[in-house]
């Protein structure tokens, strides 16, 4: 099991840190178990990954921006405040269709494998932490994948698949990172976002060299 990041005991009065140009992270979210929300800021419309905290600076910020358009739910423990930001922002949530009954209260869009959002974002289908694990891809800065809890950073930083005694299938985890691999390259997949234990990355907002860390992983042996 993952040891719980530093980070995780933030209170949720900090402010979105910028990622990249017109990407932020929020802090960690305790309706999410130390979740990492993200923002999107796009003229097509603004995408958030995962519920932030129910703040209202946080709904000011985002409000200031032009709001949200998507709200993209990466995994069943993301989902937090979604309804609530939903009816504040009118937004679009997307979530893989095994996990929709878990907000029947809620107006979805769903997918099984893979959504195009826009030439630069799609959803892909990831699952093994939970039956609905789902990655974001964003094609700019080399390409970003936002990886919500299918892939977190170690205590060295480094990018992984990680058991839990909540994990819902741990071998199609693995296949799901082999998924990965076969479908990026080191030329379009630069970046991780980790959905949670950011306090690992020693106060990087990102994970660099992302494909090629993925590659050095030796998934034979965690298949055992």
Same mark, same amino acid.
């Given at each position: ?21 017109? !990407? ?11 979740? $990492? ?13 995962? *519920?932030?905290? @129910?703040?209202?600076?946080? #709904?000011?910020?985002?409000? *200031? ?10 995994? /069943?423990?993301? !989902? ?11 937004? %679009? ?46 094609? %700019? ?28 299938? @741990?071998? /199609? ?24 234990? $950011? ?5 990087? /907002? ?6 090629? #860390? ?11």
């Amino acid at each position: 099991m993952c040891p719980l990041p530093p980070e995780s005991n933030q209170t949720i009065t900090k402010s979105p840190q910028i990622v990249f140009n017109s !990407i932020f992270a929020f802090p960690p979210n305790r309706d999410t178990l130390g979740g $990492t929300a993200y923002f999107i800021v796009r003229n097509e419309g603004n995408i958030l990954i995962d *519920s932030p905290a @129910w703040d209202e600076s946080y #709904q000011s910020f985002m409000d *200031s921006q032009g709001g949200i358009r998507w709200l993209i739910i990466t995994h /069943r423990g993301a !989902i937090g405040k979604a309804v609530e930001y939903q009816k504040a922002f009118n937004c %679009e949530i997307i979530i893989q269709e095994q996990e929709a009954y878990l907000i029947p209260e809620a107006k979805l869009t769903t997918f099984h494998r893979e959504l195009t959002l826009n030439p630069t974002t799609k959803v892909i289908w990831t699952p093994g932490h939970s039956p609905g694990s789902a990655c974001v891809y964003h094609n %700019e800065h080399g390409g970003i994948l936002f990886s919500g809890r299918h892939l977190l950073p170690n205590q060295q930083g480094e990018p992984a698949p990680f058991k839990t005694a909540k994990t819902f299938h @741990w071998h /199609r985890q693995i296949r799901s990172v082999k998924y990965l691999l076969e479908n990026f390259s080191p030329e379009n997949l630069a970046v991780i976002c980790p959905g949670a234990n $950011t306090g690992f990355l020693r106060g990087k /907002r990102v994970i660099n060299h992302a494909y090629q #860390q993925l590659a050095a992983l030796d998934l034979a042996q965690l298949w055992e």
